[in-house]
């Protein structure tokens, strides 16, 4: 795309960039910027990380002990059930992969390249071997080279180095892709491209996907790892069990199964559903899901930290009023428009005073662009009848060169308090001087011209968003680079909290590190805050044990949105803050971060809940192996069994469960784990104990109708699996109500929910697992013994008796007095 | 919607709650129990299981053919008594398989199969529960080394009068009773004949006695 705008000081050193032939002879010899930038993990990665697993192994070498058996039926289920969760997996990672491709094709930046005299926009794929780029305020470098014009720019190589302060470059000197222009613009010259730079890592440090972890997630990592410990403990005691009393290979491969499904793949597959539910829901709602888990993630924060002018104000500032203090208004009025029309660095201070003050665009002797860590900018017109410097910024920093009177402190203060940003116009005779290297210095001799006031314009949507956090529980910090005093009017105009403590950016610089810790706890509103500063705040805040997220617009965001636990970017915000982030607010839409935050409540509840029934679930597994052990000198379940307990019991309900679970506030860790246990322990240990009777009965009746030709090592364990199979399933089905209860009379271990869908679907599986118990050849194929019906029945009756025992047990609170489990504190 | 633990509505359980769900418990239990046992029982007098069961431990012909009157099996053990199937019955054949070298209590079964049933009536193919020396007078008692199973064991023959309910004269019968082990396991076998060639019978009987 021909942009056909050439900026004026390279008009001045005649920079006309490669001509289409030498582009050409560049393309042609393979000097172009073509190395793919990953923007997700590879196929070929998300592929090898979701099949070459431990578990994946061990599943495999299952299946295929099955087929040298001569089990192909075994061998295809233990194979069904674990890569169809492994292929939904690979499905799930694969949507998110193409999404996050998508995002960064649409976040892609364009390179703006001067060729022929002409400035192009051109996709950063077509830049060639010395190239001349131009570089502003918030681009991305996009490859490695050298600056060639007078331009001075500021750059933030932190995703490069970790260093946080701005690299002042002018002419001669290099530019790295994987640093942002934060003040100024110049050209610069590619010479390295392609592979050769360093946007590869820039790339995967400041958009890739990267593995941060919720709590939730740690929380089912770790159990995980436990019930592999114990897979492994089980697999040995299997293995010795193998040796010592000759088993057959059958027998041994059956149990190794059965042990291998205590590990909850399902749960993986449940969780991963509602991430890619969540991350579908949240994109109807303009929101980007970037990282899988974020929304998950946000719904654990307990504070938000806001960056004022992104997210609270519309982004958009105009000038209110302007105190001419030195010349009459008009006067100062001129001066400032053609201030604003002259500076190379634009940014939305400049363009609200040239909207409120027509000018000239006048050729300069010096320039100083503003950025958000040094807090002014100058300008030193090359005309007599301006001479000398102009200088616009923050009054506190201009303070140091200036000596402002009481009255003019009080109309700043007064300006402050009312919402506005007050900024100082000031004028002194030197000619500003810009050594390489140096940061710039404020001139001597300044006198204050003007003050001019700024408004910002409040989102719509701001008070109701930040009271929906609040109601939530959710502490709202704003961290601005603006005036204290303007940000804390801002706070009280979106009424976030009842009691405003303002801290500035210069007394926190003041602090020792634990009065800053403390600071950043105690304070909430944070106003002249330094990138740096912001970055720190949002650490120490991590550091007491909040879970952070952070929102922000601007390049001086990034640091502290990868310091955050959750990065929250605004669509119209810097390339390189969109690239940080882990959600992106598609539209600036700030008012769907509460729906994003109930939608995170929401997965993080559907979890929960299926996680419940899993750990029940594996629990009675593992205890009914160790129980018949001991009791039975048997095994309880064979491979099919165990399938058909987790797939009809367990598998189908928690397959909606997610998807229809509702928000609620978050637990504290220890609340959640005695709720866990409040609902865990009494519904393992009644449900083992009815399952274990169970299988006791049906075994001595095989026993009795052992035939007499056999010994009692030949008896056939069908009946008494099918009816342990069957009492697990009904069990598990009757959990479901408890865990949602549609009535009061459900109700024992959790509140009630009035949601019939959860025990229609416990309903329907019954019907399914009936229908696989009395049709001959779904029987014959999960290796299920013929139930009478008057069987069937009693079992059904005992599950009944099992309801009311649970349900005394919760009600009396038998099991959480016993393990002193306080649910009231 | 919030789920904390401060919305669920604290419940009182009632006595007679916990009283009815222990009731419905211990009704199902007993439930369960008689079901089993009431399968033990009819497995137990099943004569076809029975027979099945004396033919699975031990070869044998009994003259005129046999019936099955009881067959038990547990801890390993198997116990069958089978009839002649005259009536009442001449012949009476207790046989028991025990596992040897094994934690199984198998003391009391040894007793059982040596001191009860033989002499006892049969009534509806039921065993009526009176001592059977009191029935069964030995006259004659002695040991005799006899080959059963391939093995020389030492075999109690004792000669008396046997009374049957149903008869009001006493009958000549003959007892044997034998043991012997092989791969560990011990079969303890009680013959019993009855009438004028209850010695010739109980003789034939055991000629044809073979260790499976």
């Not at chain 2, 069964?136 to 080394?145: A, D, G, I």
Request: proline share 4%; net charge negative; aromatic share 8%.
């Amino acid at each position: 795309m021909h942009d056909g705008t050439i900026p004026k000081e390279n008009v001045a050193l005649s920079l006309v960039g490669l001509s289409d032939q030498e582009v050409s002879a560049r393309k042609a010899a393979g000097q172009i910027n073509q190395a793919h930038l990953p923007s997700s993990r590879s196929y070929k990665q998300i592929l090898r990380e979701n099949l070459f697993t431990f578990i994946n192994a061990v599943f495999l070498a299952i299946s295929v002990v099955f087929v040298l058996l001569g089990r192909p039926s075994d061998s295809v289920f233990v194979a069904a059930v674990i890569f169809s969760g492994v292929l939904i997996g690979i499905v799930q990672e694969i949507w998110a992969k193409r999404k996050l491709d998508q995002i960064a094709l649409l976040t892609r930046p364009q390179a703006t390249v001067l060729r022929g005299g002409k400035t192009f926009s051109l996709d950063l794929s077509e830049i060639v071997l010395d190239d001349i780029l131009l570089l502003k305020a918030g681009d991305q470098v996009l490859v490695d080279g050298e600056i060639v014009d007078t331009g001075r720019i500021e750059v933030d190589e932190s995703l490069l180095t970790g260093e946080s302060d701005l690299i002042p470059k002018s002419q001669g000197k290099s530019v790295y892709s994987g640093s942002f222009c934060v003040s100024g613009s110049a050209f610069y010259q590619a010479q390295k491209v392609g592979s050769e730079t360093v946007a590869y890592q820039l790339t995967l440090g400041a958009r890739a996907f990267r593995q941060v972890y919720t709590p939730l997630q740690q929380e089912i990592n770790l159990l995980i790892r436990v019930l592999l410990l114990l897979a492994c403990f089980l697999w040995i005691l299997i293995a010795i069990s193998f040796i010592s009393r000759s088993q057959s290979i059958n027998e041994v491969t059956q149990q190794a199964a059965v042990v291998a499904g205590l590990i909850p793949a399902g749960l993986l597959i449940a969780i991963t559903i509602a991430y890619g539910i969540g991350s579908v829901r949240m994109l109807d709602r303009n929101v980007l899901i970037q990282q899988t888990n974020a929304v998950e993630s946000l719904s654990n924060i307990d504070v938000l930290c806001l960056d004022k002018t992104g997210t609270l104000t519309t982004n958009e500032i105009c000038l209110q009023q302007v105190e001419a203090l030195a010349l009459p208004e008009t006067e100062l009025r001129v001066v400032l428009g053609n201030y604003a029309a002259s500076t190379t660095a634009s940014n939305r201070t400049s363009e609200a005073i040239l909207l409120a003050c027509s000018g000239y665009t006048k050729s300069l002797l010096a320039e100083v662009p503003f950025s958000s860590d040094r807090k002014w900018s100058a300008i030193a017109f090359d005309d007599d009848l301006h001479s000398g410097t102009f200088v616009l910024g923050a009054p506190e920093v201009l303070a140091e060169k200036i000596s402002l009177t009481t009255q003019q402190l009080d109309y700043i203060q007064q300006q402050a308090e009312q919402g506005l940003r007050v900024v100082l116009f000031a004028h002194s005779p030197q000619v500003i001087s810009l050594e390489e290297e140096i940061v710039p210095q404020l001139p001597e001799k300044l006198t204050t011209w003007g003050i001019l006031s700024f408004s910002d314009q409040l989102r719509a949507s701001a008070r109701e968003t930040l009271q929906g956090f609040i109601e939530a529980g959710v502490v709202i910090k704003i961290i601005s680079g603006d005036h204290p005093q303007t940000v804390a009017a801002l706070a009280k105009q979106a009424s976030f909290s009842d009691e405003i403590k303002v801290i500035s950016g210069k007394t926190l610089a003041k602090m020792a590190p634990e009065q800053f810790a403390q600071a950043a706890v105690t304070h909430n509103v944070f106003g002249r805050i330094t990138p740096e500063q912001k970055a720190q705040l949002v650490k120490s805040l991590r550091d007491a044990g909040h879970y952070v997220a952070m929102t922000g617009d601007g390049v001086n965001d990034v640091l502290s949105l990868k310091q955050a636990n959750l990065g929250i970017a605004m669509e119209s915000g810097s390339q390189a803050t969109r690239s940080a982030a882990d959600i992106v607010l598609l539209k600036d839409s700030f008012a769907a971060l509460p729906q994003a935050f109930l939608e995170g409540q929401q997965i993080r509840n559907g979890i929960r809940d299926v996680l419940k029934l899993f750990l029940v679930r594996l629990s009675c597994i593992a205890l009914l192996i160790f129980a018949t052990a001991i009791v039975a000198d048997s095994f309880p379940l064979m491979n099919k069994h165990s399938a058909l307990v987790t797939l009809i019991g367990v598998g189908l309900p928690t397959t909606f469960i997610p998807l229809w679970a509702q928000p609620g506030t978050a637990r504290s860790r220890q609340s959640l784990v005695r709720s866990m246990l409040h609902f865990y322990i009494p519904a393992t240990i009644t449900i083992t104990f009815v399952a274990l009777s169970v299988y006791l009965l049906y075994l001595v009746k095989a026993l009795v109708d052992l035939p007499p030709d056999l010994e009692l090592n030949q008896v056939d364990y069908g009946l008494p699996r099918t009816a342990l199979v069957t009492i697990l399933i009904f069990c598990e089905l009757l959990l479901i109500p408890f865990l949602k209860p549609p009535k009061t009379v459900w109700i024992a271990a959790e509140p009630l929910s009035g949601d019939w869908r959860y025990s229609i679907v416990a309903l329907l599986s019954g019907l399914v697992y009936l229908a696989i118990l009395f049709i001959s050849p779904w029987r014959e194929f999960f290796e299920l013994s013929p139930l009478s019906v008057l069987d069937t029945g009693f079992l059904g009756l005992i599950a009944l008796e099992w309801c009311l025992i649970v349900r005394w047990t919760w009600r009396t609170r038998f099991f959480d007095r016993f393990l002193g489990i306080n649910l009231r504190s | 919607m919030s789920n904390s633990f401060s919305e669920i509505p604290e419940y009182r359980v009632t006595r007679w709650e916990t009283f009815a769900i222990a009731t419905v418990a211990v009704l199902l239990t007993t439930i369960g129990a008689i079901s089993v046992g009431w399968r033990f029982i009819g497995n137990t007098f099943t004569p076809e299981r029975a027979e099945a069961m004396a033919n699975h431990i031990l070869d044998y012909s009994i003259p005129g053919g046999s019936k099955g009157v009881f067959s038990i099996q547990l801890s390993g053990a198997k116990v069958a008594f089978v009839n002649s199937k005259d009536s009442p019955p001449s012949t009476q054949l207790l046989i028991a398989k025990i596992p040897v070298n094994q934690a199984t209590d198998t003391e009391w079964i040894e007793q059982f199969v040596t001191n009860s049933f033989l002499g006892e009536a049969e009534m509806n193919n039921r065993i009526t529960t009176s001592d059977s020396d009191r029935r069964f007078q030995v006259t004659t008692s002695q040991t005799e080394e006899k080959i059963l199973c391939h093995v020389k064991v030492p075999v109690v023959i004792q000669s008396g009068l046997l009374t049957q309910t149903n008869q009001s004269k006493p009958q000549m019968a003959v007892r044997y009773q034998m043991q012997v082990t092989q791969r560990n396991e011990e079969w303890i076998i009680t013959l019993l004949t009855s009438g004028q060639t209850a010695t010739q019978t109980a003789d034939t009987i055991f000629q044809t006695l073979q260790c499976k």
